[in-house]
């Protein structure tokens, strides 16, 4: 017998010994993993280029087996992540990290194969510990970014992230091979091919003497509509043109629509004429992107937007901060306490993103197989928002 996701969630699904999803929970489906893997590991093969996993967006190490089995490896930003790249990938990490401590360079250098130093500063303070040892690449600001939102976006004026070309020689010293950039942000082959005209033009001369270029994150190849193709001919022009290795690390782009997360209703109230379902969820301790970018997350069987005649809902969380809710939706049936209210998409960025704010558990982590079983791979409780105190 083979059910589906929903199914299981609703609890109708008890073959197999199996039980309910608990709530809340992140559920990963297997299968969608393994289909977004499959784009990208073409458009790798086809560009002759080298994708790798960036952990910033999704670190959920008891998926890793099978993202091995299509990309050779993993970018990290700090020494936890490299642990857990060198750890759970079996490989060395692509390192990058804003500023280098002094106490654990040696470390991340040792866990690496590549680093990259986020200014010419940090290249003095730490590069001659590092050359000969890990292949050293700088991170260049080309001062061009379509991000919307100034959180999101490594070009605005004052920005910490990479090196503008003044604060550059014209010459790469020996022992620094790469040029790293990151300025995309869920975009499209066409907005990088934009940056790539405002990097060339401002790098062009080093682009020459590099071995290896990395186009950072921000390439939403999985995303319905993206022009596969038109990808794959930029970064072979690239390629040929400036005869350097291509490294491409996306993040939201792995686990694209691959999960959802599972909550379920605590209370339903009347606040001052506006209803209002409370989750044993929280929108600020467990999909702070939701406030943080800010965008309003799509539920499953709901209307988006409200709509006239259907019961309508603000969706409130489980803390007591005033601003934890996301509202409004509508459902075709009035929502009664222990209904289920599904996220879709939760799965990038959002699980590395949570915390234990007032108390409230962690969500559990579970993966939807793809034998149509589900497996509960971990769950929080006290111990988890105590070890993160003192």
Not at 50 to 70: H, N, Q
Not at 184 to 192: A, G, V, Y
Request: with cysteine; aromatic share 10%; charged share 20%.
């Amino acid at each position: 017998m083979n059910t589906t996701l929903s199914d299981h969630i609703h609890g109708t699904d008890r073959y197999a010994g199996a039980g309910p999803i608990p709530s809340p929970c992140f559920v990963l489906e297997e299968a969608k993993l393994r289909r977004n893997l499959a784009l990208i590991d073409s458009v790798q093969q086809a560009a002759g280029v080298t994708i790798i996993l960036a952990l910033k967006g999704f670190s959920m190490y008891s998926a890793f087996p099978l993202v091995r089995e299509y990309l050779s490896g993993a970018t990290a930003s700090s020494l936890n992540e490299i642990k857990l790249v060198n750890e759970y990938m079996g490989v060395k990490a692509h390192a990058y990290i804003p500023a280098y401590q002094d106490d654990s360079f040696d470390e991340v250098v040792g866990r690496s194969s590549h680093l990259t130093f986020n200014s010419w500063s940090q290249w003095e303070r730490f590069g001659s510990r590092a050359v000969g040892k890990v292949s050293c690449g700088i991170r260049v600001n080309p001062q061009y970014s379509e991000v919307a939102t100034e959180m999101y976006n490594p070009c605005i004026p004052g920005s910490r992230l990479g090196a503008t070309r003044d604060q550059l020689p014209d010459q790469l010293p020996d022992g620094l091979e790469g040029i790293h950039f990151h300025t995309l942000c869920e975009n499209d082959s066409f907005t990088l091919e934009r940056t790539l005209d405002a990097l060339e033009s401002r790098f062009g001369d080093l682009l020459h003497q590099a071995k290896w270029v990395n186009f950072g994150g921000g390439h939403l190849m999985t995303r319905e509509g993206y022009d596969t193709n038109h990808l794959i001919g930029l970064l072979m022009t690239f390629r040929q043109k400036y005869n350097v290795d291509i490294i491409m690390e996306p993040g939201s782009a792995i686990a694209w629509q691959t999960g959802v997360l599972v909550s379920s209703v605590l209370d339903v109230i009347d606040s001052q004429g506006i209803d209002v379902a409370i989750l044993d969820t929280s929108f600020a301790a467990h999909m702070p992107d939701t406030l943080e970018m800010p965008y309003k997350p799509r539920i499953i069987d709901s209307y988006h937007e409200p709509v006239a005649g259907k019961p309508t809902y603000r969706l409130g969380g489980m803390t007591c901060l005033a601003g934890d809710f996301m509202g409004d939706y509508s459902f075709d049936k009035p929502l009664d306490i222990g209904d289920k209210i599904v996220f879709d998409d939760m799965i990038h960025y959002t699980m590395v993103k949570t915390t234990t704010f007032n108390g409230v558990n962690l969500p559990s982590i579970g993966i939807w197989k793809e034998n149509g079983e589900f497996q509960l791979v971990k769950s929080y409780g006290y111990e988890s928002f105590k070890d993160r105190l003192s």
